[in-house]
């Protein structure tokens, strides 16, 4: 059934981008109240997490934890934690990312770079700090009604973040730099990379409200795990086809980095058909849950069909 | 009452000797247990997680936290959960201290520093994966008697590792380098540095048992603030007196980086006046507890007594 709903092209879904808006500024805004205060010591470290987390972003996990928050008629206030929670990580993963031992990248989101506009030791630190902060959130607010179901969201939450989630996506990708690897391998750094945090962002949000039948939270699942592959192989296509300053990052460093990407080995068309294929599926299992899931949907249509 | 105790000299603890020895191997098996298998994808990162954490160290971390876990009759399975937990921060914050960024230091235990035997991007990325392990690790076990003691130590912990915490710690003790600073400067960036998680490990195993009085959890939390100082009181005597095979990491540096020390601004009588001081104050801080806290009182003697 949901294979056959029509998506609207972005530009007439004016509703959703009036949502989007809505959440990406309820986010930034709820991100400055919980990020330490810039005049608290030391000032310098809480300077740097601010930086690196606040004024810019997509905003696309927070979008999908209050998109899945709606199928679950989860409280905003509850969501907003874990949004920020996962925000925050996805920050301190940028922060590392960018430094000269990993990417070596000195433009994010129009800005310097954190090691760029701070120093080395200072983004590092700046990380590690937002990671414990992240997890500190987890466990200052009530999430979920039992704390039995509070204490399972943050452990998917942490398996996110480690070794088998987005940490071990970053050190397979530093591994296969230079390296002829197979889609299958592309895709296992993918799934871990990028798509495990977005995997959680859903999941989190489904969490924090009324408890779903073990299938239905597979098939959000499984959404999560679709849209995150997509995410990331339209990252690869925008970043062969538009430019530095669309992309407020470095355009086209993946290719300077001689990285596997899904457009240097499936090809430019091929890793488009992809994409919308990923899409249709990630719609597809969202069948079961009608209108609660409009959200949901229309968010894959904008990650599918994102220019930036 | 306390202040009279005897505290036998280190030799003739042959019992706490042993207890300590028992701890540290017992430590060294769950840890081996808890880190993700080096033959488990991605193994190159597995492997240097597994190199920054096994193998070595003092484990006074998890002495501390199963020395307060004998003070509320823990269960010594709830207790190894936590002290493996704030043992593997304190070997991702080693990993991360000894970048070229920080530290810039090739030994640590007697072996090459992590980045040396591996790479620096997979150093920084085994420091960051370590630390979403323990953060799982407090949420993939029952740790105390309810769910909602659980979330507490969770929120101490990881406000323990955080910009207020060790991270922040870090942050000023880098700051710090080549300044002018006063005693009080000094204290305050070590109660954060290596004080906040020296804290977390008596709370931590406190918690695991049965419920302290809130005085009497904040008299222990007094022992681990003085015990925690004390730490780094001698951890700078030694750095000045002591050399490179004995402690398993390079000897002088602080002096040679220009970094303020108690031995640096006090003088080297004077602050081993000060760590008799801490103990004292320590061990006065145990009045209460009676028997309970014979390990908690050894320990402090020990830290204060160590020749590495």
């Not at 990248?105 to 954190?114: E, F, H, M, N, S």
Request: net charge negative.
């Amino acid at each position: 059934m949901a294979a056959n709903l029509k998506i609207s092209p972005l530009s007439a879904m004016s509703d959703f981008q009036d949502w989007a808006r809505t959440v990406a500024l309820d986010m930034e805004r709820t991100l400055e109240i919980l990020l330490p205060a810039a005049n608290i010591a030391p000032i310098r470290l809480h300077d740097a997490m601010r930086y690196a987390t606040l004024g810019g972003g997509k905003r696309v996990r927070p979008m999908l934890a209050f998109a899945a928050g709606l199928v679950t008629q989860a409280d905003p206030e509850r969501v907003k934690i874990v949004a920020a929670a996962v925000e925050i990580i996805h920050a301190y993963s940028l922060a590392h990312d960018d430094l000269p031992c990993m990417d070596n990248d000195v433009l994010r989101r129009g800005k310097p770079t954190c090691h760029v506009e701070f120093d080395e030791a200072t983004a590092l630190l700046a990380g590690d700090a937002l990671q414990a902060l992240a997890f500190e959130l987890m466990a200052n607010y009530r999430l979920a009604d039992s704390s039995e179901t509070q204490i399972l969201m943050q452990q998917l939450f942490a398996r996110a973040c480690g070794s088998v989630g987005m940490a071990g996506g970053q050190a397979i990708d530093l591994a296969n730099v230079g390296k002829q690897i197979t889609l299958p391998e592309l895709e296992f750094m993918h799934i871990l990379k990028t798509g495990a945090l977005i995997r959680a962002a859903v999941r989190l949000g489904a969490y924090c409200g009324k408890p779903l039948r073990e299938a239905e939270m597979g098939q959000l699942d499984r959404y999560g795990k679709l849209v995150g592959l997509a995410f990331q192989v339209v990252d690869d296509i925008l970043d062969c086809e538009s430019n530095t300053e669309k992309l407020g990052k470095t355009a086209g460093k993946d290719q300077d980095a001689n990285k596997p990407t899904y457009v240097s080995l499936m090809g430019l068309m091929p890793a488009k058909q992809f994409a919308a294929e990923l899409l249709r599926d990630a719609l597809d299992a969202l069948g079961g849950f009608g209108e609660n899931a409009a959200r949901l949907r229309q968010l894959a249509a904008f990650i599918v069909q994102r220019q930036h």
